[in-house]
């Protein structure tokens, strides 16, 4: 078992050096072999934590830390993060002219193993194959160049393509269900739930519970005002579709 712990994180863009902290004191264990997600309105830090773990240098840790088994990531760039086993996927995928998908996925697994271990060519492309298939994707998306012309739905589908491919510790998925139809949905979830198991850990964030009758979450969090004001499991996500957030504490009125 691998432990991602963030223990009172806070955290401010450092351009907005004056404005106040985005995230004020997260706490939040993952272990491997657990699914997490995390909830709550609009515009209340859960990207920001996202990208914050991933070592997004447009934001700064004022307070805390995040531990990958003992080891604090605070010092580390992306990729050496990205060594340790943690993998973001985003809310909006970035297009990169000049690089096919399947160079791309390719170069991220060996950026992630020892010179000595390089993924073998031949096997990379039968396993690129047969995940390609099982995520119904056109074969000739792996020629093209990564995420140009691609749908909204087809950067999210190729998102968890890298995501089965790299086979990370730690996957953190920023509203991956963002403009899926309910087939669409059915196919990264069923990419992600292939993916559970002892060494697989992840959390979700989604502002609808939707994804969750696809993905069931082990644990649910809700953040509010940087923080995360409840924790519960799956039924969670369940109540808080009928209720709302703002009967929470710190929900909007009493805040
Ligand atoms: P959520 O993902 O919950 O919608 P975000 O983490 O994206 O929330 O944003 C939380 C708050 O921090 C928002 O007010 C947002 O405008 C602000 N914020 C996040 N990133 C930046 C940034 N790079 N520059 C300026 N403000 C930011
Ligand atoms: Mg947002
Ligand atoms: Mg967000």
Partial sequence: VTTLEITDLHVKVK??????EI????????????????????????????ETIMGNPAYEVTQGDIRIDGQSLLDMP??????????????????????????????????????????????????LDATMATLEMPEDMADRYLNQGFSGGEKKRNEILQLMMIKPHFALLDEIDSGLDIDALRIVSKGVNSLRGPEFGSLIITHYQRLLDYIVPDFVHVMKDGEIIETGGADLAKELEKTGYEHLKGGVGNA
């Fill in 78 to 127: 992306v990729d050496a993060r990205a060594r340790l086993g943690l993998f973001l996927g985003m809310q909006y995928p970035a297009e990169i002219a000049g690089v096919t998908n399947a160079e791309f996925i390719r170069a991220a697994i060996n950026a992630r193993r020892a010179d000595d271990d390089q993924v073998p060519i031949m096997q990379f492309l039968k396993e």
């Fill in 15 to 20: 351009a907005e050096p004056t404005h106040p």
């Fill in 23 to 50: 995230l004020r004191g997260v706490n939040l264990v993952v272990h491997t072999g657990e699914i997490h997600a995390l909830m709550g309105p609009n515009g209340n830090g859960k990207s920001t934590l996202a």
